[in-house]
């Protein structure tokens, strides 16, 4: 699916968990965000880029294993020159895009 800061798409789906394969343009990031339903584990295959975890920055890079709990705010910025590609696993009840609460966003889609 398309979207400003890139793309994502769905390799898996099942009733407890939801499996993506995203996409980060350089200079790009997604929203700082939570969520109330799941917990996320990201893994970054390609690319360099910032992890902001409630509030604290990260640098990550191709390796790296992140893991962001239920209710924690969190981005994903590609600070590189090149694509930033990472997994993201998602577990919990509902995988839904309406359990995205934004708090800042580069594109005007805040929900608070």
């Known amino acids: 699916m398309e979207k400003p800061w890139g793309w994502y798409k769905v ?6 968990y939801q499996v993506k394969e995203l ?3 350089p200079g790009h990031q997604l929203s700082y965000q939570s969520h109330k339903k799941r917990t996320e584990f990201w893994m970054i295959m ?3 880029g910032k992890v902001m975890l409630n ?3 990260q640098t990550v890079s191709s390796g790296q294993r992140i893991s962001v709990e239920c209710g924690m705010k969190h981005r994903i910025s590609n600070t590189g020159d090149n694509d930033l590609v990472f997994i993201e696993i998602q577990t919990g009840e509902y995988f ?4 995205i609460v934004r708090y800042e966003d580069d594109y005007n889609r ?3």
């Open 46 to 48: 390609r690319g360099t």
């Open 110 to 112: 805040l929900t608070v």
């Open 23 to 25: 996409l980060v343009y």
């Open 11 to 16: 390799l898996a789906q099942r009733p407890s």
């Open 96 to 99: 839904g895009e309406d359990d």
């Open 55 to 57: 509030g604290m920055v």
